[in-house]
């Protein structure tokens, strides 16, 4: 097995789903380390459980900076400083331009609360909700210049309570988010994810599932 992959994690709020990666990465289940979080928000709650655990944090405050392209360069030299061979969006709500996605592009994945290509952008519970959809979930992708396009690595459904609001809705899809992340970055650092145009193939998958399961890594 080659080195340990250097992560990145860019974060806007609570940060659960960095807790989650966290938790993977000291369980042995990710070859790989987190070397900084990163957000355009210093009271972003995550940052704490990051220092707490002794984990380099940067703000890149967005209010410091008069234009998008001039925060996002400053973000991106600012990530770029480590040399992540992987840069995770979790939970990071910000929509970045094609420079600096073109910066880490191929090395840069986002979770995105909806079963993609169905409720790109915000409110994707609501939405689902207002729809009457019997399935929602999860997707981590590729990240390129089309917010929410890139190839999809993974995918998680989870299906839709006649009794759900959009908190406990919200909630199912938030443990599927933990489980898909950790899916999606333990097979990037393994080296087992190839991209050609908008498909993503996993190398030395299990058996394609039968039901709208996950796939086992
Ligand atoms: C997640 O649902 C993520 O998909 C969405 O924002 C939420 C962030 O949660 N974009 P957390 O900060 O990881 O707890």
């Keep these: 097995m080659g080195n340990a992959k250097k992560i990145s994690v860019l974060i806007s709020g609570r ?5 989650a990666l966290l ?13 900084r979080v990163l957000s355009q928000r210093a009271d ?10 002794g984990i380099l944090t940067t703000v890149v405050d967005v209010k410091a900076y008069p234009t998008r392209d001039a925060f996002d360069a400053a ?14 969006l979790a939970g990071f709500m910000r929509v970045l331009g094609a420079a600096i996605v073109q910066r880490f592009a191929g090395r840069m994945i986002n979770i995105h609360p909806a079963l993609l290509p169905s409720y790109p952008g915000l409110h994707t519970h609501q939405r689902a ?19 929410d396009v890139g190839p999809f690595i993974g995918q998680s459904a989870v299906p839709v309570l006649p ?15 933990h489980r898909l992340l950790e899916d ?26 039968v039901s709208c399961q996950q796939p086992q890594g």
């Design 44 to 53: 972003a709650a995550g940052l704490r459980h990051a220092e707490k655990r």
């Design 163 to 177: 009794s759900d609001d959009e908190a406990t809705l919200a909630a199912r899809v938030l443990e599927a988010e």
């Design 129 to 147: 909700l207002a729809d009457g959809v019997k399935w929602h979930g999860c997707t981590v992708h590729f990240v390129t210049p089309e917010v």
């Design 23 to 35: 938790e993977a990465i000291d369980a042995g289940r990710i070859h790989g380390r987190v070397v």
């Design 15 to 19: 940060g659960s789903n960095l807790e």
């Design 184 to 209: 999606a970055v333990r097979w990037f650092c393994a080296d087992r994810l190839s991209v050609e145009g908008q498909m993503v193939t996993l190398r030395d998958a299990l058996p394609a599932p």
């Design 75 to 88: 973000l991106g030299d600012a990530v770029a400083a480590d040399a992540p061979d992987l840069v995770v």
